[in-house]
């Protein structure tokens, strides 16, 4: 009959082992936090199927306290030649976990125009 308990006993130390990793496992997955690579992608994904424009390249990508921050440039207008093409820079803001949460036109312009430089403080 010692046997008999002793085996019960090193069952349910085994089983609660088990259940022990199994939520550590899970937990991590949890409070995963995505790598920047599948923010970027993920970001231009779920810009491009909102606004059914094309994501040319993203200009500025930050970690924030909220999630995430990024500039995106967005073929607006294609025109021949391609440098007079409509681009627009799209502010766009996603949560921890990489799921958009908000984006709005900062800035319109033709593809081949450069942006003016102040010199001199002037």
Do not use: C
Request: glycine share 8%.
């Amino acid at each position: 009959m010692a046997n008999t308990n002793n085996s019960s006993g090193s069952q349910n130390s085994r089983n609660s082992r088990k259940g022990t990793e199994g939520d550590a496992e899970e937990n991590v997955a949890e409070n995963r936090r995505p790598k920047p690579m599948e923010v970027l992608r993920n970001a231009r994904a779920q810009l491009a199927e909102l606004t059914g424009m094309d994501a040319e390249n993203v200009s500025s990508f930050e970690q924030t306290e909220d999630g995430w921050s990024l500039e995106i440039e967005v073929l607006e207008l294609s025109r021949v030649p391609d440098t007079m093409s409509l681009m627009a820079s799209y502010q766009v803001e996603l949560d921890p976990e990489g799921q958009l949460t908000g984006y709005r036109r900062v800035r319109r312009y033709e593809r081949g125009r450069a942006d003016a430089h102040r010199q001199g403080g002037r």
